[in-house]
């Protein structure tokens, strides 16, 4: 095992900082039902960390615990180095986490610019009365956010959607936008459920992409759940493997291909 | 033909997020202002002030009020009338403690009282969402106008438990009462609806429009990225009550002059307002323009029409205007949720296009 603060540099040569975020036995429960078993893992600065496992594995719920929504009942979420009291989804945001989500959540009724602006929250700091007035600090606050935003649109490549309503646009643009609007935020961690759910090869092949720029220009260190085991293996540096609430593997994807465990889990097992 | 945007190009995000991106629009819009204050009030007299013009700007006021709340918020509620009525009473109050001060700061007083009272009511709103927040609302509705009946103190333990508006005025100006004249009551209430529209423009259009959105369209994850469901919904409550209640207080004082709060301020004025919603178009100014004039025309045009050209009587005429909204609000829900200003939007990208389909 490595030590928290020192890094590692992965296979095709990038250097891999200490760890940003670390789970310490997390166990979430719904009533009766165990969704995470005693899990702990850590997700080290710059490093593209996938979270796999079969369906109702509890990965969503992982990254539920992540972003704030669900609260464990037991263990303790470690971020940059200070265990996080129980907190609102809304202060995670603040404290730079951002995610998408499996099932877009796109806001329908607004552009793609105002979807992704939504995204700045957390750098607006005009009050309500300067923003009625518009003229001065508002609009400086506002011009400067768009600046950023533009920036991200550029680098999605959806510059020609900008100011179209959400509602109208394919569904693997709508994927694209949603990634849009949670790098807006410029975030220290990124958090990725299934990005690549219902797309065709060449929509797979722009996200992957995506992501992997993302995390070369922009350094953003990323968790991602996904099914596509090929995807997995390519774009992550280091895999968790969950089945039925547990952690069953926990490595680089060769370390994972080869797990007995692993394989069992999703090939089944035979049980004479 | 002069009504696109090719060769008017934007070089600035300044330019390019302003209200009316095309230029045509942008002259129309200042036509219609230099009419509304140069040219309207010198050719006024009572009877448009106090058939169309007077009931059109403060509806005007409610709508948007409203349509914030509704329309943008996604927050349903049924207390307009009630909030109305505290705008009102607010007023009241105001202008019978401190007779010396302008009905300018009477007004926005009454509608600061009026966005407290909402905030109070909007708490509800954090834990409850759709037909539960409109039955909390609502019942704000029924316990306000109660309160104003049951509370003497609240109409000056006047005898007749109404309350009148005494004589004030603006800069020697006369807003209120029987002798006030026209122009001066509809320049009064003219500023008040300006200004509210140009603050709701720039709520909507920046950073609190967009959390009020984004609550609107999906509120878990506007929580997820960083809005803060309580500062968002309340803050929706507070703007959408300021404007109601200076509406209340400008219908109360300036428009009727006398009230009786069950009968004016009851839950039909909050079905109304919520009707020119509706019609004029959910999450959108101008729509709430569009509701009010529709709403505040089509009795005045139906009378126009039924009783004095084709010599209905009077009673069946107004019972018309009810079935024909009735079926109006039905239709606009089927047909065109997004109402007028829907309609207007596409007649618009139509005109893009003309005199050349594609």
Known sequence: ?272 | MFYREAGDFKVSYVDDSQTFPIKFDRYRYYVVLAVAFGIIPFIINDYWANALLLPFLIYAIAAIGLNILVGYCGQVSLGTGGFMAVGAYACYKLMTAFPDVSMFIHVVLAGGVTALVGVLFGLPSLRIKGFYLAVATLAAQFFLVWLFNRVPWFYNYSASGQINAPERDVFGIIITGPNAPAWATYLFCLIFLTVCALIARNLTRGTTGRSWMAIRDMDIAAEIIGVNPLKAKISAFAVSSFFVGIAGALFFAVYLGAVEVGEVFGIQKSFLVLFMVIIGGLGSIFGSFAGAAFLVLLPVLLKLIGVDLLGWPTDIVAHLNLVIVGALIIMFLILEPHGLAQLWRVAKEKLRLWPFPH
């Open chain 1, 1 to 272: 095992m490595l030590d928290s603060t020192e890094g590692y540099v992965t296979e095709d040569g990038r250097k891999i900082g200490g760890v940003v975020m670390e789970m310490k036995n997390i166990t979430l429960r719904f009533g009766g039902v165990v969704a995470i078993k005693d899990i702990s893992f850590d997700i080290r600065e710059g490093e593209i960390r996938a979270i796999i496992g079969p369906n109702g594995a509890g990965k969503s719920s992982m990254l539920n615990v992540i972003s704030g929504f669900y609260v464990p009942q037991e263990g303790e979420v470690w971020f940059h180095g200070s265990k996080r009291p129980p907190m609102r989804p809304y202060e995670v945001a603040r404290q730079g986490i951002a995610r998408t989500f499996q099932n877009i959540a796109l806001f329908e009724g607004m552009s793609v610019l105002d979807n992704v602006m939504t995204g700045r929250l957390n750098y607006m700091k005009t009050n309500m009365f300067q923003q009625a007035w518009w003229k001065g600090k508002a609009e400086a606050e506002e011009v400067e956010n768009r600046e950023a935003v533009e920036k991200i649109i550029d680098f999605l490549e959806i510059q020609h959607i900008r100011k179209t309503p959400v509602s109208r646009l394919p569904y693997g643009l709508k994927k694209r936008v949603e990634l849009a609007r949670a790098l807006a935020a410029e975030p220290k961690l990124l958090l990725l459920d299934e990005p690549m759910a219902g797309m065709n090869v060449e929509e797979k092949e722009d996200m992957s992409r995506f992501i992997l720029d993302v995390n070369d220009e922009f350094g953003t260190t990323i968790a991602l759940i996904e099914h596509d085991m090929g995807v997995v293996m390519d774009l992550s540096d280091r895999v968790v493997v969950m089945d039925y609430g547990k952690k069953i593997g926990d490595g680089t994807p060769d370390e994972v291909r080869s797990n007995q465990d692993v394989i069992d889990a999703y090939l089944g097992v035979s049980h004479d």
